[in-house]
């Protein structure tokens, strides 16, 4: 069983009336959790579970679009998820490479860019690095929305990777502060996520963007991700709108 967008009912999910569509957040990070459990639940393979979760993401990202979303980051694949059994991390390296080859000429008509947070480790199969690459290339001049796949991401890797990259450059100790190391991450001009929302339940972090989430609102829907579809994004959002950022300072 393979879902596809065309896969949903009817027409999209509306924007409800009191979603404030000036103040939507700029950036939207997501952890697609519960492919697994959704999939248990109707006595199918994993897999397939991972499958039905290519038209949640779909509609996810169609969502964001139409309410002016300008960054979304997607969680596909962590640097811990080697862990998981070897069928299934071979299911996952082939389904992401497909996954791009299915969608990625939609994507570019959108006026998507396509980018990969992660290591580039040798891990990675080559094809789908090429893939990867081709989805770079083909959408690089999009401007509508960034959407970055996190994939082999960690966290902490990237802040590794950062302070790799100051060490290399023979940086001075007193020279290192919060603005170097940004500038190593791997996309030092992606706007820290406003609001990360984790499916399925989980109320974890799971190594995903952590210097960036520094100030992000949390949001943990019941939804698995599979079920998952834009109007649960859309009352993320409203959820979003009603909470009181204060980045350490107070409120008036
Ligand atoms: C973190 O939980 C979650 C992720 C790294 C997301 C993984 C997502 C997929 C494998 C599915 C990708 C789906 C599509 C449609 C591309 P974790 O399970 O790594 O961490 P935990 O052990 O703390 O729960």
Request: charged share 30%; aromatic share 8%.
């Amino acid at each position: 069983m393979t879902s596809t967008a065309s896969d949903l009912d009817g027409a999209p999910d509306p924007v409800p009336p009191e979603l404030d569509l000036s103040r939507v957040p700029v950036h939207v990070g997501c952890v697609m959790d519960g492919n697994g459990r959704w999939a248990n639940a109707r006595g199918l393979p994993r897999t397939e579970g991972h499958a039905a979760g290519e038209a949640a993401l779909l509609d996810v990202v169609n969502g964001a679009l139409e309410i002016g979303i300008k960054w979304i980051t997607l969680y596909a694949f962590s640097t811990e998820n080697w862990r998981r059994p070897t069928d299934e991390v071979r299911f996952l390296m082939n389904f992401n490479q497909s996954l791009l080859m299915r969608r990625r000429d939609e994507l570019n008509e959108k006026g998507v860019q396509i980018r990969f947070a992660g290591r580039r480790d040798w891990r990675v199969p080559r094809r789908v690095l090429r893939r990867m690459d081709e989805s770079i290339a083909l959408t690089k001049n999009n401007s509508r929305m960034v959407m970055t796949m996190a994939f082999n991401y960690g966290g902490r890797a990237e802040i590794v990777d950062a302070v790799r990259a100051l060490v290399a450059e023979g940086i001075a100790p007193d020279k290192v502060d919060e603005r170097a190391i940004r500038r190593h991450l791997y996309f030092p001009d992606m706007p820290d996520p406003d609001l990360v929302i984790r499916t399925s339940g989980e109320t974890r972090i799971s190594n995903f963007l952590l210097w960036e989430i520094a100030y992000s609102e949390l949001i943990f829907p019941d939804t698995l991700w599979p079920d998952m579809r834009r109007r649960h994004l859309y009352q993320a959002v409203v959820e979003f709108q009603q909470r009181v950022r204060r980045f350490g300072a107070v409120t008036s």
